[in-house]
């Protein structure tokens, strides 16, 4: 299976709270990704529809609880995997 990873990495007023914290790993073995961040990650699925039939849509995010910075950080990793019949390998129309 193809996977498309997307991570976004919201980090608004991230400073002092990003410093103090001990950065903790997560590894996801069906999302095939590691990442570190100052919490523990939680995660959600949710399923979308496509043009190659409905995709398991996974989101794994960290919000801190300190409410002053809470509002202008998150720390997010979404993937969804496409059949293999959904993409050649060498594609390039994806690129246009």
């Known amino acids: 299976m193809r996977h498309c990873l997307f991570i976004f990495l ?29 919490g523990e990650f939680r995660e959600k699925t949710d399923s979308i529809e496509t043009p190659v039939g409905k995709l398991a849509y996974h989101v794994f995010f960290y919000q801190p609880e300190v409410k ?15 059949p293999p019949f959904a993409l050649d390998a060498d594609s390039t129309e994806l690129l246009n």
């Open 10 to 38: 919201l980090t608004v007023a991230a400073g002092p709270l990003a410093a103090q914290q001990k950065w903790k790993d997560f590894q996801s073995f069906e999302g095939h990704f590691r990442v570190s961040a100052p």
């Open 68 to 82: 002053d910075s809470a509002d202008n950080l998150i720390y997010m990793v979404s993937y969804c995997d496409y």
